[in-house]
């Protein structure tokens, strides 16, 4: 039972979508606002595995329109996630 505890998961096939998704957040320098992904087809449920998974994060950013200040959440690729995409190219 402890090693179960320390192995780590065996890494899991991406779909074409979360793919994707990751391939678009990895050329985003600063991340992707989350309603980009949105705007670009991915449905919440796409982003919400990335991030459930450690593939990607969420990092509020405050921006500003005029005098509103503005919370927009950014997603970003992890390190995992990059690994991940790495992984996927090996294996094709």
Known sequence: MIE???TPP???????EHRRAL???LQAQRGCPEATLLALRFDAETVAVLLRDGLAITEP???RV??????VSHVRITEAGRQALEGQADSE
């Open 61 to 63: 950013e405050t921006v």
């Open 10 to 16: 065996r890494p899991r096939r991406l779909s074409p």
């Open 23 to 25: 391939e678009i957040l």
């Open 66 to 71: 005029g005098d509103q200040p503005i919370e």
């Open 4 to 6: 179960d505890a320390i």
